[in-house]
Structures are given as C-alpha cells and as structure tokens.
C-alpha cells in the first residue's frame, strides 16, 4: 500500500513538473524577414536599411548617422522576478553619403552594469503625526462661495 501510494505521488509530481515552464517576453525590435546582420556595409543604403528593417529602436544621441535596433527576450518562472535571456543590440552607422559603414553587434555579454547615484533631495516642512493627518483638517472647511455651483445652485448664479 505504501509502496502504489509513493509511485502514485512520484508520477504526479512529474506531471506537474512538466507542466512549469517559463514565461517568455519579447520588448523591442523584432526581426520580421531580414535580420540585422544581413545589412551588408558598402552596399545598402539609410533608405534600404529603412525598408529591410523598418524604423530603429533609438538614434544615437551624439551622432545622428547611427541607428540602433534593441531586441531582448526575459523569462520568468511562477512568481519569480523577470531574467533576461538574451538580449541584442544592432548599431548600424551611416557615412556622410547615407551608405552604410559598419554594422555592429552587441549582445548581453557585452553589456555593463551601471550604478546610479540614488542622492534624493530632502523636502522642507514638517513631518506631521498621525492624529495631525486624522484630524487636522477639522474646523478648516471653507464654505463655498455664493457663486460657485453646488447641490442646492447647479448653475452657480446668485438668488
């Protein structure tokens, strides 16, 4: 008995363990026929590039002759925080006769963390208690004035 009630729960758990599996986003470009790294330098154009891959993701800030085409895939499993799997980065950067010059290829080796400086500025004022947000407001109503619209006036006009 012991024994068909192991084997019951051990077939059990592998079903149920087949059945978790991730969860998979895509964010950014996603390469419909031609990918990125079919453009080919000295060949294609800023036009061709605009009609093989459609709009870039970003430009570049500093120089308007790069594009860039972002695409990364996350997973996650159950309730655990989102990982990304893969991610790419395409810049492909143009000449001053709009002809493509190079096509470079990132992916998230390549990538670096980056710490922020998280410094917050302090507000003035004073902190208020919790009886002060309770009831600090009480004798503080204004009462509206004749003109405005209430329950009593909707059109707001003086009687």
């Known amino acids: 008995m012991v024994k068909r009630s192991f084997i019951a729960s051990l077939a059990v758990a592998c079903l149920a363990t087949g059945c978790i599996s991730p969860v998979k986003a895509y964010h950014g470009y996603a390469p419909d026929e031609v990918a990125p790294n079919a453009i080919t330098p000295g060949v294609d154009t800023r ?9 870039p993701s970003t430009e570049s800030i500093f120089d308007d002759n790069t594009w860039v085409y972002i695409s990364t895939v996350q997973e996650r499993f159950a309730f655990y925080r989102a990982q990304i799997s893969t991610r790419s980065v395409t810049a492909i950067r143009f000449s001053e006769d709009d002809i493509v010059e190079e096509v470079l290829e990132y992916d998230q080796e390549d990538g670096r963390v980056l710490n922020y400086a998280s410094r917050e500025t302090p507000t003035l004022g004073r902190e208020l208690g919790l009886w002060e947000q309770i009831f600090g407001n009480v004798g503080r109503a204004v009462l509206p004035a004749t003109n405005e619209a209430t329950p009593g006036n909707p059109t707001g006009r003086r009687r």
């Open 47 to 55: 036009s061709t590039v605009l009609a093989q891959l459609g709009s």
